[in-house]
């Protein structure tokens, strides 16, 4: 089953990263627009 926020970011037309850190990977999206926004806060609306 794939990663909801993820689809999400390519269903929004966005390209999904994959950032690395020291504390564990998260996902990053980069919309059209060129804004970046954390994966899950974009399906959650918190990132326009």
Known sequence: M???????CINAGG?????????GEFGMCQ????KVCEEWA???????
């Open 15 to 23: 390209k999904l990263t994959i950032q690395r850190t020291q504390q």
């Open 42 to 48: 974009l399906f959650r609306g918190e990132c326009l």
């Open 31 to 34: 919309l059209p627009s060129g």
């Open 2 to 8: 794939a990663n909801p926020a993820s689809v999400h």
